[in-house]
């Protein structure tokens, strides 16, 4: 009998196909999730929503660049069959430092940018607006800095695990979402922000976390340091500009769009987003 030979599938395939998946997973709970949130926040409230979850792409930056950087020298160090744990055990640092600096600095400003950039709105929301911009900024400054698990990964050849963690957080958001619909119909801004974006935050930081225990040990010199960071420059330059560029969409809607016109124009694209696939 002639053996069967198990085909085997070119890693590069096998990361694409994870991430075209992951993309369709992401950008179908971004669609459906509207449905819940609607009927759990109603149309301004969500509308608020909305403009928070803008401010997504714009703590993309909170890593500063030190993802991609990080990646580059994975990639040159791996490809010399050389240790990257010093240059992933000083990226970590390096990230905490950010972390904790863009919160704090978000803390005391939150007030003012939310009363600059959510204006349109019922004087409640208004007086809660600072919290709600705080909550949002602190998730996806989490989100931007456990971005760099997937650029780790991605340099070790391993995307098709990040995007895994990926697609698996959104989902686990979603379920949130449904479960606070079902459970506490109620529920405010804020705790919806929590349910949706929680694990997309925190899947990331576990993983981090595993990953600073494994590198503990290791010795790191203050030139790991300096290159990281000179490296990472340019990447958060580019990044930036592209943000001002393709994101000032959500300023002008906050200023001059009424609530139910920012959720048509928000439904809009989430349709666009998933028949781009």
Do not use: C
């Not at 990639?75 to 240790?83: I, T, V, Y």
């Not at 007030?111 to 607006?129: G, V």
């Not at 330059?237 to 969409?249: A, K, N």
């Amino acid at each position: 009998m002639r053996k069967l030979r198990l085909v085997r599938i070119p890693r590069h395939l096998i990361i694409a196909a994870s991430s075209w998946l992951s993309k369709i997973i992401i950008a179908g709970v971004q669609l459906v999730s509207v449905k819940f949130l609607l009927e759990i926040l109603g149309e301004e409230s969500y509308a608020v929503f909305t403009l928070l979850t803008g401010l997504l792409v714009w703590f993309r930056i909170a890593d500063i660049g030190i993802g991609s950087s990080l990646q580059n020298y994975i990639s040159e160090l791996k490809a010399d069959r050389k240790s990257y744990d010093a240059y992933i055990k000083a990226a970590i640092h390096i990230l905490f430092a950010s972390l904790i600096i863009l919160s704090s600095t978000l803390f005391f400003l939150s007030d003012k940018l939310s009363s600059l950039y959510l204006t349109s709105f019922s004087d409640e929301l208004k007086n809660n607006s600072g919290s709600y911009f705080f909550i949002a900024s602190i998730l996806f400054i989490f989100i931007g800095v456990g971005s760099v698990v997937y650029k780790i990964l991605f340099a070790e050849l391993l995307g098709w695990k990040a995007n895994i963690i990926n697609a698996l957080s959104y989902l686990l958001g979603f379920l949130d979402v449904v479960a606070i619909h079902y459970l506490m119909p109620d529920s405010s801004i804020t705790f919806a922000l929590v349910a949706l974006y929680a694990p997309v935050a925190i899947l990331p930081i576990i993983y981090i976390s595993f990953r600073y225990i494994y590198v503990l040990k290791t010795k790191v010199n203050f030139n790991t340091y300096k290159l990281l960071l000179s490296r990472s420059s340019g990447f958060l330059i580019f990044s930036s500009l592209s943000i001002i560029v393709l994101q000032t969409d959500y300023i002008v809607m906050s200023q001059k769009l009424s609530a139910a016109d920012i959720i048509k124009y928000t439904v809009t694209m989430k349709i666009f987003g998933l028949m781009f696939f």
